[in-house]
């Protein structure tokens, strides 16, 4: 089996495990999962769930984010921790999507990577759950568990994201991202992963290293 058809078969069992492929992060506008997702850097999705809830109440438009006092901004925000930073960019972001994209997310890389604190994770998640386009989310859980799967040997986001554009079928990246957040919460954990359970051990390059599984290593 070489590495996209151990690709495929991981996809096919996650489908099974988990069938509804969603964001663990709230939200029912295309602005407000920006801004979530900025808030989750350092912090758990769980924790950004609850700050959002009154931050979105207090701050109900996208033009009040911009008019925000950024003092106030910070003391909403820094349960999530890096608050300064955090409030910051996402007032500076606001303005930004009013000023230069007329009050709509933009919906390519460049202009998203354009907008204060996003990066390409947050442009992926924002391009494959908005919009709907090919998108591969780099967060920790992505990198860990596909490293250790042998999907890629690399550690670093952007090199971990084009290792797997390789491999994944398009329509398929987003999807299998969000399902390996709740299976390395679950299963593959950074600490102690539960491989005795674990039904991709068979096409897993990490438990025939540590196991003497056979399993043969797709290049």
């Given at each position: 089996?070489n590495?996209k058809?151990?690709v495929?078969?991981?996809?096919?069992?996650?489908?099974?495990?988990?069938?509804e492929a969603?964001?663990?992060?709230?939200?029912s506008?295309p602005y407000e999962l920006?801004?979530?997702t900025r808030?989750?850097?350092q912090?758990t999705?769980?924790?950004v769930?609850?700050?959002?809830k009154?931050l979105?109440?207090?701050?109900p438009?996208?033009?009040?984010?911009?008019?925000?006092?950024l003092e106030?901004?910070e003391?909403?925000v820094?349960p999530?921790?890096f608050y300064?930073t955090?409030a910051k960019s996402i007032?500076e972001?606001?303005?930004?999507?009013?000023?230069?994209?007329?009050?709509e997310v933009?919906?390519?890389m460049?202009k998203l990577?354009s907008l204060s604190?996003v990066?390409?994770?947050?442009a992926?998640?924002?391009?494959?759950?908005v919009y709907g386009k090919?998108a591969?989310?780099t967060?920790?859980?992505?990198?860990?568990?596909t490293g250790r799967?042998?999907?890629t040997d690399?550690?670093?986001?952007r090199?971990v994201?084009k290792?797997?554009?390789e491999?994944?079928?398009?329509?398929?990246?987003?999807?299998?991202?969000?399902?390996l957040?709740?299976?390395?919460?679950?299963?593959?954990?950074?600490r102690?992963?539960?491989?005795?359970?674990?039904?991709?051990?068979n096409i897993?390059r990490f438990?025939?290293?540590n196991?003497?599984?056979?399993?043969?290593e797709?290049?």
């Amino acid at each position: 089996m070489n590495k996209k058809e151990r690709v495929c078969a991981a996809i096919s069992e996650l489908k099974k495990i988990y069938p509804e492929a969603v964001c663990s992060l709230n939200y029912s506008k295309p602005y407000e999962l920006l801004i979530a997702t900025r808030l989750s850097a350092q912090c758990t999705d769980a924790r950004v769930n609850i700050v959002t809830k009154e931050l979105f109440k207090k701050y109900p438009t996208l033009q009040s984010f911009a008019d925000a006092d950024l003092e106030e901004l910070e003391s909403y925000v820094r349960p999530c921790g890096f608050y300064r930073t955090k409030a910051k960019s996402i007032k500076e972001m606001a303005i930004s999507i009013i000023s230069d994209f007329g009050g709509e997310v933009p919906d390519t890389m460049e202009k998203l990577t354009s907008l204060s604190g996003v990066g390409r994770k947050t442009a992926n998640l924002i391009l494959g759950d908005v919009y709907g386009k090919p998108a591969v989310v780099t967060d920790t859980h992505c990198i860990r568990i596909t490293g250790r799967l042998g999907f890629t040997d690399n550690t670093e986001p952007r090199k971990v994201e084009k290792d797997l554009r390789e491999i994944i079928p398009p329509e398929e990246g987003s999807d299998f991202c969000h399902r390996l957040v709740n299976f390395g919460r679950e299963i593959c954990k950074a600490r102690n992963p539960m491989c005795d359970i674990c039904t991709l051990k068979n096409i897993c390059r990490f438990y025939k290293e540590n196991y003497g599984i056979e399993n043969e290593e797709g290049k």
